[in-house]
């Protein structure tokens, strides 16, 4: 291209944003996902004034081959992680040890041999000064000398293994470690340690890099494994260490471990990092060949967040366990989501944990790239139907609520990451929720997605919790963006006829359909509203469609979009069986996705029309471009793709608008901050339920809540729903009953 000329992108999102008409004079393929599109209007200079409606119908061929070229040719590949060339040390600067000369002992260090006449044995010979100063604690156990055999046994472990001496590498790193433990830990010590001191953070440092060493080691030997015990021979003596998980994972989901050290996050904008202590790894998920259970909630190349810890298991004796200063250890994998606070010597230590390095690999992965094709499930719905499904990123937890995200037109799961990796950073939210993702093929019509996340929201359930007796799980909050947004409003719908006189005025019953194909349409347009959903947040959703589902994109939709084939046949076989018995075949035939998001769309207006879930609270994010410049002025009173008016939601319990493009807005500050808002509004509605219900002691229901852990009561379940002026078929409506066979399940809710 030209230099100078307009920009006007043609760019991959993981928004679901759709494609709207505008001049395109440079293609820009960005790497935001792996195959979502949205079209930038073109930035007219100033000095024009041309109609947009007229270059709108003028244009339409040129976006359609552009729009074509790019579909066909798919995008680039977003990269959430790099490799360093170096690990990430903190102990780098501190002892020097990307020099030629170093590694060197730290200032203070080297002012503590001074003291003690020690300085020329370092010099000399560092191996001798280390036994010198083990020596020395034997007669004065200070707080500092203990640190100085942890970083002379570290600088040691360090100049054997570049020597290729790994087994005595192994054992000064073993050293450094214990020491660096006993420093922050041993009881001898309370008495003089000095938490202010920089040597506190310093020993938190050697201990985690020390380990972390010893990891690296056992991994080359292809030892590093969960749940076993690990005897290492170091000269004639052998040292004996235990390992345990402790967490949700069991030791067979583990596959191998890569050392968060190693990579550099690039897709995240939040490192998501904890300080305290231990090594975080990523843990790549070992894939089951059981196909059945809790497997097939996992997406393809899951890596999760892990600790590792070392825990001495003497700390209770003398700063040396032996003459040679080697204790007995055992190793521990923790899961941060689990807990990121544990006790160490009747003391509460935090993890260090790194939440954004394993979530970001998972997300390079080639398995879940491929898995997560949004361009399949686009422009082959049929082909991508064996990808449906709810993803879950960690175990199943009984106790914690679910918060179901659900992505929107040529999206995919991916495009909620960001999102998700903010709120795991917020220790509340991370103990009292668990995100789940669903992923379904957009090209098809968002009603008959609706319909399918019905079903496996049931599937779901039935899995999990059969009896319903898991209280978090009727407190269940769904996210959707955009398109992602009308599915999840469908969750909270009752039917009625209203969509079935959508296609018909004749009653259902005189359908002529085998039994299969009557009972899926039936099913689709009958239905009640998801007893367990308690709010629905959308973000850029096209409550009343979007005027960029013109006829053109339409036609154009038509043309590449493969709708399944199960679908199409049974819609054809159903008109045929029916003459003159449809107000509209196209609704059963030919309509994609798109089609399904034109303001002209009789789904709208049915939509308005149904009764809504008395018991679900909405809340809605709407996103407007600045009016600055060309493009602003042109999109004004929209974000680019949802025009305001169709963006807002009458019957919201909440709503904000921020400025924002379509395909970005659910990944801006202002709207992570604001979904978490109401995510703990909901954690103190049902808090506040639960002292409701303790003082009332009224009949109970168990759409029981979880209580609050600091608020000291128990709660069976009542819940106390106001109902306003609804629809009147919502009279039919009702609370969520009690669960059958349910008794007093009580979860707890953390602060």
């Not at 235990?242 to 583990?254: H, I, K, Q």
């Not at 904890?274 to 059981?290: H, I, M």
């Not at 968002?446 to 996340?453: H, K, M, P, T």
């Not at 929201?457 to 919790?465: E, S």
């Amino acid at each position: 291209m030209m230099a100078g000329t307009p920009r006007n992108r043609l760019e991959p999102t993981s928004s679901g944003a759709l494609a709207a008409p505008c001049i395109v004079s440079n293609i820009d393929i960005s790497s935001n996902s792996s195959a979502a599109f949205s079209l930038t209007r073109y930035r007219y200079p100033s000095s024009q004034q041309a109609s947009f409606s007229y270059l709108d119908q003028r244009l339409r061929p040129l976006v359609a081959i552009l729009l074509l070229v790019v579909l066909l040719c798919g995008c680039a590949t977003q990269r959430y992680i790099t490799t360093r060339s170096i690990p990430f040390n903190p102990l780098a600067s501190q002892l020097d040890l990307s020099s030629s000369k170093g590694p060197q002992a730290s200032g203070r260090t080297i002012g503590l041999l001074r003291k003690y006449d020690l300085l020329p044995t370092y010099q000399a010979d560092i191996r001798k000064c280390l036994s010198e100063v083990q020596k020395l604690s034997e007669v004065e156990p200070e707080a500092e000398i203990i640190y100085a055999i942890s970083e002379l046994a570290y600088i040691l472990g360090v100049k054997s293994k570049r020597q290729g001496n790994e087994p005595d590498a192994l054992d000064m790193f073993g050293v450094a470690v214990s020491h660096a433990y006993l420093y922050l830990f041993s009881p001898r010590l309370d008495a003089i340690r000095n938490p202010y001191d920089p040597r506190f953070r310093g020993a938190c440092d050697l201990y985690n890099e020390s380990l972390e060493e010893t990891l690296r080691l056992v991994q080359n030997k292809g030892e590093l494994k969960p749940g076993g015990s690990y005897r290492f021979q170091v000269g004639e003596k052998s040292h004996l260490v235990r390992s345990v998980v402790l967490g949700p994972w069991r030791s067979s989901d583990f596959d191998r471990f890569e050392f968060c050290s190693t990579f550099e996050v690039e897709g995240l904008p939040n490192p998501n990092v904890t300080y305290g202590l231990g090594v975080p790894l990523v843990a790549v998920r070992k894939r089951s060949d059981n196909a059945t259970g809790d497997e097939k909630f996992y997406p393809n190349g899951l890596s999760f967040a892990v600790t590792a810890l070392l825990r001495v298991v003497d700390d209770q004796a003398s700063p040396h366990a032996d003459a040679a200063h080697r204790h007995t250890c055992i190793l521990e994998f923790h899961d941060p989501l689990t807990s990121s606070d544990i006790s160490m010597a009747n003391r509460l230590v935090p993890l260090q944990v790194d939440l954004a390095t394993p979530l970001a690999y998972f997300l390079n992965s080639p398995q879940f790239q491929e898995q997560s094709n949004s361009t399949l499930g686009f422009l082959y719905p049929n082909q991508s139907q064996n990808r449906r499904g709810i993803y879950m990123l960690e175990p199943f937890d009984k106790n914690r609520i679910p918060v179901l995200m659900v992505h929107g037109l040529m999206s995919s799961p991916v495009t909620w990451m960001p999102m998700f990796n903010d709120l795991r950073s917020f220790p509340e939210l991370r103990k009292n929720y668990q995100f789940w993702f669903y992923q379904y093929p957009s090209g098809q019509p968002f009603w008959a997605s609706a319909d399918q996340l019905r079903s496996d929201l049931t599937d779901l359930r039935m899995q999990f919790d059969p009896n319903q007796q898991m209280p978090a799980l009727d407190q269940m909050v769904l996210v959707g963006h955009s398109m992602g947004g009308l599915v999840s409003r469908m969750q909270t719908l009752h039917s009625g006829d209203e969509f079935w006189r959508i296609l018909s005025e004749h009653p259902f019953e005189e359908l002529k359909a085998d039994t299969a194909a009557k009972k899926h349409l039936e099913r689709m347009l009958f239905f009640e509203p998801n007893r367990s959903i308690q709010r629905v947040i959308t973000i850029g959703t096209p409550h009343q469609g979007s005027s960029y589902a013109n006829d053109y994109t339409r036609w154009l939709g038509r043309k590449f979009i493969e709708l399944p084939t199960a679908m199409v046949d049974a819609g054809n076989s159903l008109v045929r069986q029916n003459p003159n018995f449809f107000r509209d075949t196209d609704l059963l035939t030919t309509q994609t996705a798109i089609d399904s998001l034109s303001p002209s769309s009789p789904i709208f207006h049915a939509m308005e029309r149904a009764p809504k879930a008395p018991w679900t609270k909405y809340h809605n994010i709407v996103g407007t471009i600045p009016k600055q410049g060309i493009y602003g002025r042109i999109s004004a009173g929209s974000d680019g793709v949802v025009e305001l008016a169709s963006a807002k939601m009458k019957i919201a319990e909440s709503e904000i608008v921020i400025e924002a493009e379509h395909q970005t807005i659910h990944r801006t500050p202002r709207a992570i901050l604001e979904v978490r808002r109401i995510l703990k509004e909901h954690l103190d509605t049902i808090r506040g339920e639960t002292r409701y219900a303790t003082r009332d002691g009224s009949s109970q229901s168990t759409n029981s809540t979880p209580s609050s852990s600091d608020a000291g009561t128990s709660y069976s379940g009542t819940r106390k729903i106001t109902t306003n002026t609804v629809e009147q078929d919502a009279k039919t409506l009702s609370p969520p009953a009690p669960s059958s066979g349910a008794t007093s399940t009580t979860s707890t809710l953390q602060r």
